[in-house]
């Protein structure tokens, strides 16, 4: 006997439980825990004889089960005042009669049931956190989300995904692709920080949201935030120096989404320096800032013609990388490293690591590269706040960022090569 075929329709009805418990604790529609479960198995009973019969049977379920939806609520809005209510539970039924009748076919693997069925109970129960999610959208919030949409669904599908050019290394459905990756992150920190920094918010939350988002542009603004007053001082070092650690982080998600096979060989050195770096910040900041922060806010990281600008710029230092790896060989690169660093960490983290994973650059030679530009941009955060925010806010994060130097360089030639 095949397994099979008592393990299929016990997952449909262990689905149609799971939705069906959901419905019924919230009592919300016109079906609960016993009917679907039963719709769960009536949608496997009628899979069967689809493929028995042909898929005139299907239909005819699927018809049956709308008729009998509307056919309630017909008569629940008979026997009470009218209300104004979703159709969520009817389209849930709908889902899960499809479910069954998916699981109904062998030659379909189980996961994408089980999946469909994980989210949809996840979206049934979180309903109000939801809701108030939607609502607490500001418009800019929306813009920047579809804007997002735009970027994601729009352009990148009709990119052409082959290489072009010089070097052949340029890709224009995988620069989007970065492009997707660099501003995804960004509307995340930026809904983030509209919906939590936005408010009363302490140094600690302002210097992760600003490591999200951009270390680069929160240094501008922690360095104004402190210069004129002393007292901030403090409190605008420790943004500075938090988001400078955590865009390490954002660094090491770039590199795993572009080249994740390689990730046991790239990141541990990187993550060293992230760890290094995050100590020194704690020792020379024990006494946290409790002072109430208020940064300019972050601008609309979705916008096209910044997405347009960081696409131009991802391929421009992927043909420069290529191009000197290929006339001057390695020690090329880590010049090409510090002058991109100085200005944008992600184009060079991303185009360096598409070259790894291509196999056109060695591993050790790649993550090198990218502790050296984000060593330059180091030094370039360090100038921003001592000319933005004067000699009080330099005064204070120079020993972190110092400390953090020389460990960088030591990790640059202590760290052993990969074999």
Known sequence: MNPETYLRPGLALAIGLLIGLQRERDKSGPAGIRTFALIALSGYLIGLIGIRFGGWAVFAGILFLSATLIAENILKARQAPPQNSGATTEIAALLVFGIGIYLSDFNHERSPAVLFAGVTALLLYYKTPLHQFAHGLRKEDVRAIMQFVLITLVVLPVLPNRTFGPYDVVNPFKAWLMVVLIVGMGVVGYLVYHRIGSKRVGTFLSGLLGGIISSTATTVSASRFGRDDN???????????????????????????????????????L???????????????????????????????????SALVFGLLYVVILLGVAATKEHFGSSGLYVAAVISGLTDMDAITLSTAELMNRGSLDLTTGWRVILVAALANLVFKAGIAAVTGGKTIFRHIAPVFGLAFLAGLAILVLWPPHQ
């Open 231 to 269: 007292n901030r001082a403090t409190a605008a070092a420790l943004i500075i120096t938090i988001a400078s650690a955590v865009s390490l982080i954002r660094v090491l998600v770039e590199m795993a989404a572009v080249n994740g096979k390689d990730m046991l060989v790239t990141a541990p050195p």
């Open 271 to 305: 993550i060293t320096f992230f760890v290094l770096f995050s100590l020194f910040v704690f020792l020379l900041y024990r006494k946290r800032s409790n002072e109430i922060v208020h940064l300019e806010p972050p601008a609309n990281p979705a916008g096209m013609t």
